[in-house]
């Protein structure tokens, strides 16, 4: 069965400060996908990335980046230089091959404080 | 491209009524549907994944007969609540797929259920 594990519930930094969060997923498959959403307080949901399992070239997009380490399971969002806008709840997820569903964390709460 | 849309956004109804939610793909045929739940200050939960013209596959500890969920169509999903209760207020977040093989699911903006 498909696991995703944020352990961290609440982070706040100080405006331009990073911060990182952490994801450890856990997956029988070979061919999996991971995902990152942000949640701002309007509760759309916002797709930030997709990677799959045989991709683990690491991503940088603006001020956000990501670390995929499959020996460790992990798929990790660092946001540097935070600003205000990035307060939200981020959700990393994860589905695997032939199965569409998605497996949440239970998410990270943001406050980046101005 | 791949706008999902859910009508209506907020809902207030009374106990023992029933509030069917809407979810649309806008511009794009959608094979999949998924039905989250989110709790405040929870993690969205997956109800039930519909393929149109099939019926609905849920997971376990969602009451079928509570969640009524109908994809008629390639562009349209529903989702009713029977017999509403304060319990089934949450968030309700619709998704949709174009393909079976496409791991892009596109979440709509979410339905703010209030029981009263």
């Known amino acids: 069965a498909q696991k995703v594990t944020q352990a961290q519930t609440e982070i706040s930094v100080v405006e331009k400060e990073d911060v990182t969060l952490d994801c450890v997923y856990e997956?029988?498959?070979?061919?999996?996908?991971l995902f990152w959403y942000k949640q701002p307080p309007s509760g759309e949901l916002v797709f930030l990335i997709r990677r799959n399992s045989f991709d683990e070239q690491n991503e940088i997009s603006g001020r956000y980046s990501w670390n995929f380490q499959k020996s460790t399971s992990s798929f990790n969002f660092t946001i540097t230089a935070s600003q205000v806008v990035d307060s939200a709840v981020y959700f990393c997820a994860l589905s695997e091959e032939g199965n569409n569903r998605l497996a949440f964390g239970k998410g990270n709460q943001v406050v980046v404080i101005p | 491209g791949a706008v999902v849309s859910q009508h209506p956004s907020r809902v207030i109804c009374k106990s023992g009524t029933s509030v069917k939610i809407e979810c649309r793909s806008l511009d794009f045929q959608a094979t999949t549907m998924f039905w989250y739940r989110q709790f405040p200050k929870q993690s969205l939960m997956l109800m039930a994944t519909?393929?149109?013209?099939?019926?609905?596959?849920?997971e376990q500890g969602v009451e079928k007969d509570k969640f009524l969920i109908n994809h008629a169509s390639l562009t349209l999903s529903t989702l009713t609540v029977t017999s509403a209760h304060p319990e089934d207020s949450s968030f309700y977040i619709c998704?949709?797929?174009?393909?079976?093989?496409?791991?892009?699911?596109?979440f709509g903006p979410g339905t703010r259920l209030t029981v009263t």
């Open positions: 998704s949709a797929t174009p393909g079976p093989r496409d791991y892009e699911q596109y």
């Open positions: 997956t029988r498959d070979t061919t999996y996908y």
């Open positions: 519909s393929n149109e013209g099939s019926k609905a596959t849920y």
